[in-house]
């Protein structure tokens, strides 16, 4: 019997051309032709003024948030049941991460709750798009207008998924992509930030070339450039852009295919849903989301992990995700929790997610959902 695995990132076929391409021309660093593609597909396919290639979704977070002068004293809302990165970025500049709980159906930050977790110190909201299905967005942004503060999205399961007709990431301020290993479209290691307050757009050019005027300097507009803010190096090399673009440019094909497979998942575990025996993913509607995952939710950890290890001797591999923040280590010491979250630590308690990649077939599929519907019973 052939092993099923999590995950399998989905070669198009032409990645070595390209990466073979990138090497003959002889420009391997940032910003490089690869990269100023990749940039101008994103700017084009989401509508942001800018888009800045970076070397992770953790370092356009990081990035973002020093574009907003965040440091100490200060505190920055998102969900507990998240990655990490978000509040690594806060952390590290000195800020406090405030930790909310999520909402049952979409396990995505409880716009709900903002007002409650708001003190002086507050400056800014950092909503995370589980699964790439959107959070809602029109009330957190109308809670940040009133208090005053800055939306930062971290997309990074966002590429080509939309909250109404806006895609995600392009509705704060600030917006962050990934493309790692697991994500829909991947160079391995690799993210973007998505500047869509035009007024941000020079600073942020700024911090992208380690704090100096480069791009300036090759626009024409200075003779030299010189170091006049904080950045650091946050460009992947061009050798990652050329592997991109060939993502890229069958993002729309790829999408095509794990939406095709959510589907399936989807339609074969209706009936389990009705009879209360587990319970599917939720797609707000007007929320067009990008099958990045499917995920189940198990009555109780136990049942959970059996599912886990039932599929395990069937040579399946399903995984749960995030320990929530609150309750880690770290963010015990670095940040503080805004309420109880209660669902937060029954979802990540509950939460089994399935394979789902390109590559995966029909039969696959089936055999997936036979093995979960057969360990319930």
Avoid at 54 to 80: F, K, N, Q, R, Y
Avoid at 231 to 245: E, K, Q, R, T, V
Avoid at 295 to 324: K, T
Wanted: aromatic residues 8%; charged residues 25%; negative net charge.
């Amino acid at each position: 019997m052939n092993e099923i695995v999590f995950n399998r990132p989905h070669p198009t076929g032409r990645e070595f051309d390209y990466i073979g391409q990138a090497i003959a021309r002889g420009y391997l660093s940032g910003n490089g032709p690869f990269s100023q593609r990749c940039a101008a597909w994103l700017q084009e396919r989401t509508g942001s003024p800018c888009a800045l290639l970076t070397t992770s979704c953790s370092s356009a977070l990081e990035m973002a948030v020093l574009l907003s002068g965040i440091g100490p004293g200060d505190e920055v809302i998102m969900p507990s049941y998240t990655f990490v990165s978000g509040a690594n970025a806060v952390a590290l500049r000195g800020a406090t991460p405030v930790f909310v709980d999520i909402r049952p159906d979409t396990l995505n930050l409880d716009e709900r709750l903002l007002e409650d977790a708001i003190t002086p110190r507050t400056r800014a909201i950092l909503p995370t798009h589980y699964a790439g299905v959107a959070c809602e967005m029109d009330a957190i942004v109308d809670v940040a207008s009133r208090h005053g503060l800055l939306v930062i999205e971290d997309a990074a399961q966002g590429v080509l998924a939309s909250y109404g007709d806006r895609p995600l990431g392009t509705i704060g301020t600030l917006g962050c992509l990934s493309f790692h290993e697991t994500k829909n479209v991947t160079c391995g290691e690799g993210g973007a930030l998505l500047v869509n307050d035009r007024d941000w757009i020079e600073r942020a050019e700024i911090a992208h070339e380690k704090g100096t005027d480069r791009r300036r300097f090759f626009r024409g507009e200075v003779d030299k450039y010189k170091w006049v803010d904080l950045g650091s190096s946050f460009l992947p090399s061009d050798i990652s852009a050329a592997f991109l673009w060939a993502q890229l440019e069958e993002a729309d094909r790829i999408t095509a295919r794990r939406l095709e497979i959510w589907r399936l998942y989807h339609e074969r575990f209706a009936e389990a849903e009705a009879r209360g025996r587990l319970r599917r993913p939720v797609a707000p509607q007007g929320c067009r989301h990008n099958a990045h995952m499917y995920y189940l939710l198990a009555s109780d950890r136990s049942a959970r992990d059996a599912l886990i290890a039932a599929l395990a001797e069937q040579g399946i591999m399903a995984v749960f995700h995030y320990v929530p923040l609150h309750s880690s280590p770290a963010g015990r010491r670095l940040g503080r929790a805004a309420g109880d979250l209660r669902v937060t630590d029954e979802a990540s308690d509950r939460i089994l997610r399935l394979p789902l990649w390109v590559g995966l077939g029909d039969r696959d599929v089936e055999r997936i959902a036979g093995a979960v519907l057969a360990a319930l019973s």
